[in-house]
């Protein structure tokens, strides 16, 4: 049998047909069936290939069937009817008919009676056959049952009564071939079940377990089951003891190849050791593939290295990491290329040749790298032998030539084979260039570059290489006009290009040009020049760009183009008019700023169908260089004073990052950087328009995709974050800090890259961090930057931040100290290549270094003159550099030193006139900036921030003029005055004795006499170039032009001056017409002399007009702007113009200077609760930019954020002061007594007043009688140091109050008045008596014009102190002057009063809150209560409904005292408390989401507790709460227990004193805030409550007289603390020598 097998296997060999032996084989089949074979393993294998011989034989003419019909052509599917399916076309599959099933059945019956065989044979013999036989057998089978669709169960077909081992293998092969089949049985079995199943048998046959292992690596591959391949080929790998022939050498290089490709397909995280790794597979394979004699796959494992190391070879530390591979990888496909195949040898594709020369081209730049130069020269050589192909053999030839140029060998025959290809030439001249090291090679080998560029078509890359060249220059310090020469030639070769509208003309144009300014350098003639031209080129170009888009677009396109508000619209259909092209793009600053591209043009401009003219990639080959040209030229217009005409340029730029970059990151950008400009221009408008793109900033959707598709390709990653640290600088110029931050985040998650961008990143952290007030975290991440060397630029801006933050942080020494270290270390780098850019950033450095001495006073041991000096070397350093605008502030700087730092009167006019010669020489400075700005920028309706400085350094100019003037005035007024009573000797006397004063007085006194005109003139011709300024610089001129009238006018009447003017009052009057009548006998005046006094009084009155009409002027324009300063200046100096004059409009402007201190304080307040919030605190934009802008100066924003305030926050309504003050007092009830006291800013002067009686207004309820009040005013000088002290001893007793309090509540004792508080009431009585004495000379002055009304008038009037800061820490009701006043109360301003009042009768009139109506359905729904009773309200008093009533009493249960008098109030008051809510202890005490509602949601509201309000909710909590309905808020705290004590020094609660408090609620918008002057205990408070109650609930008095009642130790009940709250109706009352109370608002409120 055996013979006959051999003889069988010989003639399949040969090509023969299985089915012709089909005869022979079955009866030999059937024999050794019957035969027992079981026990002889060599005729059970005989018997297996006999079976699956005979079973080929039995289905091969079927299968020869099969194919043929597999074979044919592609059909539409035809369904059992005939008619076309609704599918695609597919292969037609013929069904198995009868006689091909039996045929299949057959050959499965002789397989498996096969295996059976196997298995039994296992059994005896406890061997298995040959597995490689034996699968062969079982894909036969696997294969016919498939054909016949028949199932294979989860048993594989295998008897679990078999033995173990035989079915694991049995198992695993069937399963392994249902894998290999394409049909679907192999859908029922995965990869990696198989693998499962092969891992638990063993394989005595390696060869084929190699085969079964790499084929499993392989199918996972094809799956991108990366993990599984890896496992699959690892396990292949580790196969032991198989032999080694070609079929096992070509299965290893497969196994290492599928590794080395599912390693590297995981490798997408940048893991270097997987990557290497997965390379090292890739060099195995290629040895195993050498090994089989199979170059293809050498070949393939050598393309995919090649594609992997693309990335690695563009840095120096790449290329070495994978040098020695690419080593091996060259020997292996060099012994391809001697290997024959088939007898021929072995060819390489075209592909192959050139990773060939690939990897020769990278060894050879390694050794460059490496410094090699003689032996990369010998490796060039070398590989120039064997590489056929001229192109090759010239990659290895230019590092031949880059060797010879490092060696200085001659290169004079190695440029002969490239003297026919100029481009190729002039790049290896320019390779050359590079590489060598001495300069006049270099210098030639460049110029050889430019001049082998002779052809007309290499023009522009000649120009190209001219910019290179410059950029050497200018690296090596070439002088400026050797460098100037390359690029006048460079633009000579662009303007003999024959196309004028070439836009890449423009480009190159605007690229050199800005080139030749950046060499000349800041300050010169020819920086200027020069970028002024490249301005126009580049304005031209998209001029030129969006004519020929909108020429070439559709009229739709062409409309939507123009966004300008100019255009102008259709009334009916609202379509925008035709218009011209030439009118359709625009003209003017304002058109420019208003301009945005539409998308359609942008679509035209990216299509590439416009001509040269437009911009496109083929014009624009460089668009991100042209880019950064552009925003250099952006920053050098701000730099001079050019700000208008950088629109066009950003408007080129949205162009260049929206297609043509195609970075929408960058698009965002120039957004906003056009946002920051309108807003330096002022131009709100486009500004509110620009505004929306900043909620495209930060970690977008956008954003995020784009850092996607950066991180995919690898390249891009690094400018996104460029871009997104870019977006970051602009929104913190625009004091967006919650957008900064997320700009910040985003570049972070583009990775730390580079080392410098690690250091950039911390750097951007810890400047944000000072820039939002968190100090510590500054300091964290600038001590996280390394000491190591940084770049010039970098260090500068390091040394800025650092010295910043210290500044913050108190450490003013060290800040300058720090500053003066860095200056030192940049002058000592200070070289020729980068010698400009040095010169500025010493210059800056050195500015703010003499102004953080100048300001600071860290002088250390430099005088003040040496200070001076340094001043004025770093402001002629600036003006040098050309930061002029720069300059100007260093300038004012220094002179407000001069004028800070004098210790008598010599030396301040000393300081005078030097602080006046500085700014003089400053305005002549500034005269020739905006001479030469207003020669560029012919447009007036645009505020330029250099032209805004240049004003502003003018002004300052003319207002320490006015201030010498002033002082000079005032002198001569009190010299003329003494002069008319002194005679003549000792008029003489004096005269000569002046002589002998110091020269510096005597120059100044000669100087100030001639100073008035002087000054006069300059502010008329500030005027005339100040048409389009900013609010804050026409109110501050127009506020000078009214003091120099002023001054004149006191200068004009001395005499009147000083004695009121009673002369000029006669005159107004009419009483003087006798006095001017020239023929009356009883005026002994001469004619002459009557004439004399006729002139000057209308002189003087003209004077006195002019200068109220400037002074109102100033004010109307600052608050307009909301220069809340300038106006309180202008409102001040107005009272002093008229209160000697008229009292009535003198109190109006008095009224308004407080407005205005008063809204700057509440906004200091907001400001500072705002900023002490947590940093996960999340406030609204509109907020962020209202917290981060000055009080002091004007505050502007765009309309989209004023509005969003306006709306959400109450806070900002409050800041709002009126212009007609005088309307204001008009709305007040007619009972209300107003009276102000205000100091001046530097509190030498108290200025008092007793307004005008009010109108009426339109008050609720009847009217009292009116009393005719005279307004008065006055104002008395006053000593700063006094009031400090009355403040001191203010704050010393709350403090020690407090301390006692404290100690006693801590101890465990009650308040029973002890000695300590004995002599605290003493001290408090003494802080009474020192108040009364310090206002008296204005309260005595007052009380003139207090009305004179009798009790019953008494108890209805209100007295409204409207008082400063200074004075509202004082116990002001407690005045003597007060006490026959039912009602006294206090406020910030009129302003602020004026505000609640109309916020009520607004909420009256609206119902802001519930109505009534919804008031009583509350009530109704309330089970078993009823509804208070009505109340009369007394006339001019204001209701507050009883029915909406809300009170917090004890909340945390630490004080039973408060709880128990407040349920007792409660229950005793039943009838008017019944519908009150509210919470009492602890079980009922809100949640702290829940304080909003509960403080928000009631007219009035009563907290009852201990510590203070700030402590249970934070102060930037207060100020953002929705307090307007809230019209009564009663505080009783101040009280400590010991369990409090404890509470708030665990949770660090704030305290706030009671002032800051009452801002808070004020702001919030609560009309009337009632609460303790003095902290109080517990029992006290408790006291107070049932006091309280009394006159507001049974007495039905208003909030103030129920305070004034309290205050006049009135009607306090008679009790003990311990048992609060006991008195029946005929409770006895005693007085309270502790009670202190205050009312700040609406004292009329009424519980009704």
């Not at 300069?439 to 190209?464: E, G, I, Y």
């Not at 359609?600 to 040209?629: M, Y």
């Not at 919804?1414 to 209701?1439: E, F, I, W």
């Amino acid at each position: 049998m055996t013979c006959m097998w051999n003889v069988v296997v010989q003639f399949v060999t040969v090509g023969g047909d299985e089915s012709k032996l089909l005869q022979h084989v079955e009866p030999t089949l059937q024999i050794l069936q019957n035969m027992d074979s079981k026990r002889d393993l060599r005729m059970c294998e005989l018997q297996v290939r006999y079976s699956c011989l005979a079973a080929k034989g039995i289905v091969n003419l079927w299968l020869l069937k099969s194919s043929q019909q597999t074979s044919a052509s592609v059909l539409p599917a035809v369904s059992a009817g005939g008619k076309k399916g609704k599918g695609k076309g597919k292969l037609t599959e013929s069904a198995v008919n009868v006689d091909e099933a039996n045929d299949y059945k057959r050959a499965l019956v002789w397989l498996e009676q096969t295996r059976d065989t196997v298995v039994e044979c296992y059994t005896v013999e406890e061997k298995l056959i040959s597995v490689r036989i034996y699968s062969e057998l079982l894909h036969i089978w696997v294969q016919y049952k498939t054909l016949l669709h028949q199932t294979i169960g989860k048993d594989f077909g295998v008897a679990m009564e078999i033995p173990s081992s035989v079915s694991v293998v049995t198992r695993a092969l069937i399963a392994y071939h249902m894998l290999q089949m394409s049909k679907d049985a192999a859908l029922n079995i995965t990869i990696s079940e198989v693998a499962s199943l092969m891992e638990q048998c063993s394989w005595e046959e390696k060869d084929f377990e190699l085969q079964v292992w790499t084929c499993l690596g392989g199918l996972a591959a094809k799956q991108e089951d990366y993990s599984l391949s890896e496992k699959c080929c690892r396990t292949a790998i580790d196969v032991k003891g198989y032999k080694k022939t070609r079929r096992t050498s070509t299965l290893l290089a497969e196994a290492w190849y599928l590794l080395g490709s599912a390693l590297l397909a995981d490798s997408i995280t940048d893991s270097w050791p997987m990557l290497n790794t997965g390379l090292d597979a890739l060099l195995n394979c290629t040895r195993y593939g050498i090994e089989s004699h199979g170059h293809h796959l050498v070949i393939r494992a050598v393309r995919r290295f090649w594609n992997e190391v693309q990335p690695l070879l563009t840095s120096v530390d790449g290329r070495s990491s994978v040098s020695t591979q690419i080593t091996h990888l060259l020997k292996s496909i060099s012994s391809l290329r001697g290997r024959k195949l088939n007898g021929s040898e072995v060819s390489l594709e075209e592909s192959d040749l050139d990773t060939h020369a690939g990897f020769l081209a990278v060894l050879l730049q390694l050794q460059a790298d490496r410094g090699n130069w003689q032996q990369c020269l010998q490796e060039a050589d070398d590989a120039a032998k064997y590489l056929t192909k001229p192109s090759h053999r010239l990659i290895v030839h230019r590092y031949r030539i880059l060797a010879c140029a490092k060696l200085g060998k001659l290169l004079s025959m190695d440029f002969v084979k490239y003297i026919n290809d100029e481009k190729e030439l002039s790049a290896l001249w320019k390779m050359v260039a590079i590489a060598t090291s001495d300069k006049l090679w270099q210098f030639n080998a460049l110029q050889k570059a430019v001049s082998a560029l002779r052809a007309p078509t290499s023009c522009w890359l000649k120009v190209d290489y001219i910019f290179d060249l410059v950029d050497w220059l200018q690296a090596e310090g070439f002088p400026v006009n050797t460098i100037t020469q390359q690029l006048q030639w460079a633009i000579s070769i662009v303007i003999d290009v024959q196309d004028e509208t070439c836009s890449r003309q423009l480009d190159y144009l605007m690229r050199a040009n800005a080139l030749i300014a950046s060499v000349h350098g800041f300050g010169t003639d020819q920086h200027r020049q020069h970028l002024l031209l490249a301005v126009g080129f580049a304005t031209k170009l998209i001029k030129m760009s969006l004519k020929a888009a909108t020429m070439t677009a559709p009229e739709n396109m062409r409309v939507k183009a123009v966004k300008s508000t100019t255009v102008p619209h259709d009334s009916k259909s609202g379509a925008i008019l035709q218009k011209k092209i030439s009118e359709a793009i625009p003209s003017t600053t304002i058109e420019w700023a208003e301009f945005a591209i539409s998308d359609d043009v942008l679509d035209v401009l990216d299509n590439s169908v416009l001509e040269s003219s437009a911009i496109s990639l083929e014009t624009i080959l460089n668009p991100r260089l042209s880019f950064d040209v552009l925003s250099s030229l952006i920053d050098s217009l701000q730099d001079v004073g050019l700000t208008p005409l950088c629109f066009p340029l950003l408007t080129l730029q949205q162009v260049l990052a929206s297609r043509l970059i195609g970075l929408k990151p960058l698009s965002v950008f120039v957004s906003l950087k056009i946002l920051k400009i309108c807003q330096d221009l002022h131009l709100l408008k486009a500004a509110d328009y620009w505004s929306e793109y900043v909620k495209l900033a930060g970690l977008t959707a956008d954003t995020t995709a784009s850092i996607k598709v950066a991180a995919a390709t690898k390249h891009s990653l690094p400018e996104l974050q460029e871009v997104m640290l870019m977006q970051m600088d602009v929104l913190t110029e625009l004091n967006y800090y919650p957008m900064a931050r997320q700009c910040l985040e985003a570049a972070a998650s583009c990775g730390s890259g580079t080392t410098l961008m690690q250091e950039r990143l911390l750097l951007k952290r810890a400047r944000l961090a000072l820039l939002e007030g968190i100090i510590p975290d500054a300091f964290g991440y600038l001590n996280a930057i390394p000491k190591t060397k940084k770049s010039k630029k970098f260090f500068a801006e390091y040394i800025t931040v650092y010295a910043d933050t210290l500044l913050a942080a108190g450490e003013c020494s060290q800040a300058a100290r720090a500053i003066a270290d860095g200056i030192k270390a940049l002058v000592a780098k200070h070289s020729g290549m980068e010698a400009q850019q040095l010169d500025i950033l010493i210059a800056t450095l050195s500015a703010k270094h003499a102004c953080v001495i100048a300001q600071t006073a860290q002088h250390g041991d430099l005088t003040r003159t040496e200070i001076s000096s340094l001043l004025h070397e770093s402001t002629a350093r600036l003006v040098k550099v050309g930061h002029v605008s720069n300059a100007f502030d260093v300038t004012r700087i220094h002179a407000k030193y001069l004028l800070h730092y004098r210790s008598n009167e010599t030396s301040m006019h000393q300081a005078q006139l030097e602080a006046r010669c500085l700014l003089e020489a400053a305005c002549e400075v500034a005269d020739g900036f905006l001479q030469e700005v207003f020669s560029v920028v012919k447009s007036n309706d645009v505020q330029i921030p250099a032209v805004l400085k240049a004003m502003q350094i003018k002004l300052d100019h003319c207002s320490l003029s006015l201030e010498m003037l002033e002082m000079w005035t005032k002198n001569f007024v009190k010299q003329s005055v003494e002069k008319s009573k002194k005679d003549l000797v000792q008029v003489i006397l004096e005269e000569y004795t002046e002589r002998e004063k110091p020269e510096s007085v005597i120059e100044w006194n000669h100087l100030c006499r001639t100073l008035g005109d002087a000054t006069l003139c300059n502010l008329l011709n500030i005027e005339k170039q100040m048409k389009h300024c900013t609010p804050a610089l026409k109110s501050r001129l127009y506020l000078l032009l009214g003091k120099c009238k002023r001054l004149a006018y006191m200068k004009e009447t001395p005499q009147e001056e000083s004695s009121r003017a009673t002369r000029a009052v006669q005159y107004s009057t009419g009483s003087q017409s006798e006095d001017l009548d020239c023929g009356s006998n009883a005026h002994k005046v001469p004619s002459m002399e009557k004439f004399k006094m006729v002139k000057q009084f209308i002189i003087s009155q003209q004077l006195l007009i002019d200068a109220s009409n400037h002074l109102q002027e100033a004010c109307s324009i600052a608050l307009d702007g909301k220069c809340l300063e300038i106006a309180a200046i202008a409102a001040l100096d107005l009272f002093d113009l008229h209160y000697n004059y008229d009292e009535k409009l003198a109190g109006i402007y008095l009224a308004l200077y407080q407005s205005c201190q008063a809204s700057r304080v509440l906004y200091d307040t907001l400001q500072g609760s705002m900023k002490n919030a947590p940093t996960t605190t999340l406030l609204s934009t509109a907020m962020q930019v209202l917290l981060n802008t000055s009080s002091s100066g004007e505050r502007t924003m765009p309309k989209l954020y004023s509005d969003e305030l306006e709306q959400k926050h109450h806070a900002f309504r409050v800041l709002e002061v009126s212009s007609q003050p005088s309307l204001l007092l008009r709305d007040l009830p007619s009972n209300f007594t107003v009276i102000i006291l205000q100091h001046s800013a530097d509190r030498s002067y108290l200025y008092g007043g007793v307004l005008e009686k009010p109108s009426g207004g339109k008050a609720v309820g009847k009217q009292p009688a009116e009393t005719s009040t005279q307004p008065i005013m006055c104002k008395v000088e006053t000593d700063a140091k006094r009031l400090e002290a009355l403040l001191s001893h203010a704050r010393q007793l709350t403090e020690q109050l407090d301390k006692y309090l404290q100690q006693s509540a801590y101890h465990g004792q009650t308040f029973v008045m002890p000695d300590e508080i004995s002599s605290l009431l003493l001290e408090y009585n003494e802080l009474i008596n020192a108040t009364d004495t310090y206002l008296q000379p204005v309260i005595s002055r007052l009380s003139k014009a207090l009305p004179s009304v009798d009790a019953e008038q008494r108890e209805e009037e209100c007295v409204v102190l409207l008082a400063d800061g200074y004075l509202l820490e004082l116990p002001l009701e407690k005045l003597q002057a007060f006490d026959v006043y039912s009602s006294v109360s206090r406020d910030f301003s009129l302003q602020v009063l004026h505000h609640r009042l109309m916020s009520m009768r607004k909420d009256g009139r609206k119902g802001s809150g519930r109505s009534e109506s919804q008031n009583k359905k509350k009530v109704d729904k309330k089970a078993g209560t009823k509804s208070a009773p009505g109340r009369a309200v007394a006339a001019g008093c204001l209701p507050v409904p009883l029915a909406d009533v809300g009170y917090l009493a004890d909340m945390h249960a630490e004080c039973p005292t408060i709880a128990d008098a407040m349920r007792t109030t409660l229950n005793h008051y039943h009838q008017y408390t019944a519908n009150w809510e509210g919470f009492i202890g602890i079980a009922e005490r809100p949640a702290a989401g829940a304080w909003e509602a509960v403080l928000a949601d009631r007219k009035a509201f009563f907290y009852c507790g201990l510590e203070g309000l700030a402590a249970e909710v934070a102060p930037f909590k207060i100020t953002q709460l929705a307090l307007k309905e809230c019209l009564l808020m009663i505080l009783l705290d101040q009280g400590h227990t010991r369990e409090s004590l404890l509470r708030t020094s665990r949770s660090h609660a704030s305290s706030v004193d009671t002032v800051t408090l009452a801002r808070m609620l004020t702001i919030a918008g609560v009309g009337c805030v009632t609460l303790n002057y003095l902290p109080a205990s517990p029992a006290q408070n408790a006291t107070h409550i049932q006091a309280l109650m009394t006159e507001l609930l049974e007495n039905c008095r208003s909030a103030g007289q129920a305070t004034q009642q309290l205050n006049l130790g009135m009607l306090v009940p008679d009790q003990t603390p311990d048992s609060p709250g006991q008195q029946g109706s005929g409770t006895a009352y005693r007085a309270s020598a502790c009670a202190a109370f205050i009312c700040y608002g609406l004292p009329n409120l009424v519980l009704s």
